[in-house]
C-alpha cells in the first residue's frame, strides 16, 4: 500500500505550529488531527533527517529505514492524522526490531494520550 507524503511546506507547518509532539530515543513523532481542519480523511506521512543525523548517505539511510517502519506499522496509525517523523542519529545504529517495537509503543502512547485529551469532562 502506497504512502500518501506531506509534499507542502505549509503542511509541515501546519502540523508543526498546531500539532503534539512525542519525543523518543531514535526519533521525535509530530502529529497532528486534521478532522478539526475539515482537510484530508487520510493518514499521511513526512521523514525529516536533518544534518545532525550524519551526511547525506546516513540521512537517507535514515529515510529509508523510517519509511520501512511506516509500511510495516501502517495499522497502528490513526485515521485522519498528518505525522512527521524525525529522525534522530541513534535511527542509523538500532536494529529494525528494536524501532519497529519502539515506534509501536510510541503509537499506543499516542493513541491513550489522544483518547484522554479528547474525553469530554462534566
Known amino acids: ?3 500518501n507524503k506531506i509534499k507542502k511546506n505549509s503542511d509541515y507547518a501546519l502540523v508543526f505550529k498546531h500539532g503534539k ?4 530515543e531514535s526519533f521525535t513523532i509530530q502529529y497532528c488531527n486534521k478532522t478539526s481542519t475539515n482537510l484530508h480523511k487520510s ?5 525529516i533527517a536533518s544534518r545532525k543525523v550524519g551526511n547525506s548517505v546516513k540521512r537517507n539511510l535514515a529515510k529509508r529505514r523510517i519509511r520501512a517502519l511506516i509500511v510495516s506499522l501502517q495499522s497502528l496509525f490513526h485515521n485522519g492524522y498528518d ?3 524525525i529522525a534522530k542519529k541513534k535511527v542509523i545504529n538500532m536494529k529494525f526490531d528494536c524501532l519497529s517495537l519502539e515506534l509501536s509503543n ?4 499516542i493513541k491513550l494520550i489522544e483518547k484522554w485529551t479528547n474525553k469530554k469532562t462534566y
Open 1 to 3: 500500500m502506497p504512502l
Open 21 to 24: 509532539y512525542l519525543n523518543l
Open 43 to 47: 493518514t499521511r506521512f513526512g521523514i
Open 83 to 85: 505525522y512527521i517523523l
Open 106 to 109: 510510541g503509537l499506543k502512547k
